[in-house]
Antibody
Framework: EVQLVESGGGLVQPGGSLRLSCAAS????????MHWVRQAPGKGLVWVSR????????SYADSVKGRFTISRDNAKNTLYLQMNSLRAEDTAVYYC???????????????????WGQGTLVTVSS | QSALTQPASVSGSPGQSITISCTGT?????????VSWYQQHPGKAPKLMIY???NRPSGVSNRFSGSKSGNTASLTISGLQAEDEADYYC??????????FGGGTKLTVL
């Protein structure tokens, strides 16, 4: 069974930092691109960042560029999001989700979010 | 990147059909066949319902279908059931090599 379990959320003051983790199991994590998607309370989904399967390529939404860093440890089957210089508008539930992947039959473009975690809440407030 | 435009709410009676629209630009919806749709029940994670405009993942009811014309994609749910009541979001890949979501549509089953 595919599982993505986020952790690391909590209350942080404006300007502070937090590192989120997403532990993967039930699939070949190292073969998948991964994403972070967030949802502010009562609001819609917003794409935040993505990383390719070996961690050599990343991209970010303009709203977090220069403040957030996505990374992964394929040996630990874990995805990370380092969040610095946090602002009140970063308050949201953060989800990790899967994207493109490769297997023995080749590369599979998945321009969509297939597996999702249950999310972790980040609250930025003084 | 501006959010895709969805109606804030739609409603229908059990057994009826409803359609949710998702309007973007030639840089996202109109430029790629990479529109996907997600269902989200309160307090739950989103669930993929449609990918690549009109494809259904394994396990998703064939009552859900997707289409696209120009810069507007649509999700149609036929034979509405009480369990379909949820928020629905569209998403598209963009020319900036990023992804954009719609603002979400609340579906009420009357």
């Amino acid at each position: 069974e595919v599982q993505l379990v986020e952790s690391g959320g909590g209350l942080v003051q404006p300007g502070g930092s937090l590192r989120l983790s997403c532990a993967a199991s039930g699939f070949t994590f190292s073969s998948y691109w991964m994403h972070w998607v967030r949802q502010a309370p009562g609001k819609g989904l917003v794409w935040v960042s993505r990383i390719n399967s070996d961690g050599s390529s990343t991209s970010y939404a303009d709203s977090v560029k220069g403040r957030f860093t996505i990374s992964r440890d394929n040996a630990k089957n874990t995805l990370y999001l380092q969040m610095n210089s946090l602002r009140a508008e970063d308050t949201a539930v953060y989800y990790c989700a899967s994207g493109h992947y490769y297997d023995s039959s080749g590369y599979h473009n998945q321009y969509y979010f297939d597996y999702w975690g249950q999310g972790t809440l980040v609250t930025v407030s003084s | 990147q501006s959010a895709l435009t969805q109606p804030a709410s739609v409603s229908g009676s059990p057994g009826q059909s409803i359609t949710i629209s998702c309007t973007g630009t030639s840089s996202d919806v109109g430029g790629y066949n990479y529109v996907s749709w997600y269902q989200q029940h309160p307090g739950k994670a989103p669930k993929l319902m449609i990918y690549d405009v009109s494809n259904r993942p394994s396990g998703v009811s064939n009552r859900f279908s997707g289409s696209k014309s120009g810069n507007t994609a649509s999700l149609t749910i036929s034979g509405l059931q009480a369990e379909d009541e949820a928020d629905y979001y569209c998403s598209s890949y963009t020319s900036s090599s990023s992804w954009v979501f719609g603002g979400g549509t609340k579906l009420t089953v009357l």
